[in-house]
């Protein structure tokens, strides 16, 4: 309820006064999530590396480890609208079109994340050790297997790949 009425990091330390009373696992997912939306990296990154490692490959905590991946790509990155443009001017620069991508994970654009890493496989399949494919596969572990973007964008990676 803090979080929504815009008390960020007011919530931040109720969970980290929460974790100081009991140790969980749910408690530190729920925190870097709320760490990573706050562009604090680095501790969030913190939290979910010490896991279990069962812990560290099941949803919730998978899928932000993978949205971890994205913030990676963007540090020293330009802006969106920058990026954008870049790309609009040179359609075949793939490491913007990837920086591209990863704002848009960033921004909860998934369609428009999933687009740009299909038109990198697409145009360029073995740039820097398929990060194309590996850009979806990631977008498909934050989604999870269910959801509909994950089932259209494994049917159009398959279909492109074969």
Do not use: C
């Amino acid at each position: 309820m803090l979080w929504e009425q815009g008390h960020q990091q007011e919530a931040v330390q109720l969970l980290r006064e929460a974790l100081k009373q009991e140790e969980s696992v749910e408690l530190k997912v729920l925190l870097a999530d709320k760490l990573l939306q706050l562009d604090q990296s680095a501790e969030a990154r913190t939290l979910l590396e010490n896991l279990p490692a069962e812990e560290r490959e099941r949803q919730p905590a998978s899928g932000l480890l993978a949205r971890l991946q994205f913030a990676d790509m963007t540090q020293d990155a330009p802006d969106r609208a920058a990026l954008e443009k870049i790309v609009q001017a040179d359609p075949a620069n793939s490491a913007a079109r990837r920086q591209l991508a990863a704002r848009w994970v960033l921004a909860d654009n998934y369609e428009a994340a999933l687009e740009q890493f299909m038109e990198i496989l697409r145009r360029d399949p073995k740039f820097e050790d398929e990060a194309g494919r590996k850009g979806l596969i990631a977008i498909f572990e934050i989604l999870g297997n269910e959801h509909p973007l994950v089932m259209t964008y494994r049917r159009r990676m398959f279909s492109l790949l074969h």
